[in-house]
């Protein structure tokens, strides 16, 4: 569902939507809506849009700015089961944040 920046459904103000189908713009990046799948974004969206459906509700419009979650992820890379242990513990990346595109990262061996 296409949303504004307040989780509002486009066409319907009193309506709100979470999680995987709201399509929002974020304002760290452009203009475009787009869907976030990330195990977070159900929990990010529905404190953001409740405060914007209380405040509808209430004939008001919400204070809260703009829905700008912080990107992050984070993925443990592992030797294939057919690997033998020997190969060693694997690695785990890990960010949160924006990056500028250009930029380089690095993986560190687990502790």
Do not use: K, N
Request: proline share 11%.
């Amino acid at each position: 569902m296409r949303c504004d920046s307040a989780l509002r459904v486009e066409g319907a103000p009193r309506v709100v939507a979470v999680g995987d189908v709201a399509r929002f713009a974020d304002p760290r990046y452009d203009a475009t809506a787009r869907r976030v799948e990330r195990w977070c974004i159900p929990t990010d969206t529905a404190g953001h849009a409740a405060r914007t459906l209380v405040a509808a509700l209430a004939g008001e419009e919400s204070d809260a700015p703009a829905f700008a979650p912080l990107p992050s992820f984070w993925s443990d890379q592992r030797p294939p089961a057919a690997v033998p242990r020997r190969a060693g513990p694997g690695r785990r990346g890990a960010a949160a944040g924006g990056r500028r595109p250009g930029t380089g990262g690095r993986l560190l061996p687990d502790r």
